[in-house]
T-cell receptor, first 112, second 119 residues
Framework: GESVGLHLPTLSVQEGDNSIINCAYS??????FIWYKQESGKGPQFIID?????DKRQGQRVTVLLNKTVKHLSLQIAATQPGDSAVYFC???????????FGGGTRVLVKP | GAGVSQTPSNKVTEKGKYVELRCDPI?????LYWYRQSLGQGPEFLIY????????DSGLPNDRFFAVRPEGSVSTLKIQRTERGDSAVYLC?????????????????FGAGSRLTVL
């Protein structure tokens, strides 16, 4: 399939290490913040979300942190695996219809 | 179906031609979204439907772009007089409803996209 993020910021991580991906958002009125993972040739895949009234949420091997003061969102991946290699996008939404506004994305490369 | 299905997966056309891209959402999902993704960028919103009606088409770049969902299931994105700048991956997503937060069982699920190349 086609590569999605040829010119994206890249995070190289050793297999087994933790990864931290950062995202700045602009709309202070957003209700939900969502992380998506996109592998080459595929559509974005939902990872985890967080509501604006929370500052931390944990899933399986992933944690999302929200800092509304500085409008910053991060995704932490524990014990990064080769299957985690992909482009990661943050998205925000608020108001009617659940329209998502995506950030620019970060490519994660996991080195064996 | 089990997921969101988009056809064709790849479409190469010449400048000035007309193109149709099809999206088959998850069965029972009433909300359907179209996004466009250029290389190295995040998806950009185009239009969304709740049922048969286009609830918000504010992302359509100009009047060459149009989308329909006549029976509230399958949707078709139509592009007239294609231009080279229309080349991108067109993504479709669906969710149970647009009237509840995009969380839990109502997350937006994306298809693999239709890659359009205009020569």
């Amino acid at each position: 399939g086609e590569s999605v993020g040829l010119h994206l910021p890249t995070l190289s991580v050793q297999e087994g290490d933790n990864s931290i991906i950062n995202c700045a958002y602009s709309n202070s009125a957003s209700d939900y913040f969502i992380w998506y993972k996109q592998e080459s040739g595929k559509g974005p895949q939902f990872i985890i979300d967080i509501r604006s009234n929370m500052d931390k949420r944990q899933g399986q091997r992933v944690t999302v942190l929200l800092n509304k003061t500085v409008k910053h969102l991060s995704l932490q991946i524990a014990a990064t695996q080769p299957g985690d290699s992909a482009v990661y996008f943050c998205a925000e939404t608020g108001g009617a219809g659940n329209k998502l506004t995506f950030g620019g994305g970060t490519r994660v490369l996991v080195k064996p | 179906g089990a997921g969101v299905s988009q056809t064709p997966s790849n479409k190469v056309t010449e400048k000035g031609k007309y193109v149709e891209l099809r999206c088959d959402p998850i069965s029972g999902h009433t909300a359907l979204y179209w996004y466009r993704q250029s290389l190295g960028q995040g998806p950009e919103f185009l239009i969304y439907f709740q049922g048969t009606g286009a609830a918000d088409d504010s992302g359509l770049p100009n009047d060459r772009f149009f989308a329909v969902r006549p029976e509230g299931s399958v949707s078709t994105l139509k592009i007239q007089r294609t231009e080279r700048g229309d080349s991108a991956v067109y993504l479709c997503a669906s969710s149970v409803t647009s009237g509840s937060p995009p969380s839990g069982a109502n997350v937006l699920t994306f298809g693999a996209g239709s890659r359009l190349t205009v020569l």
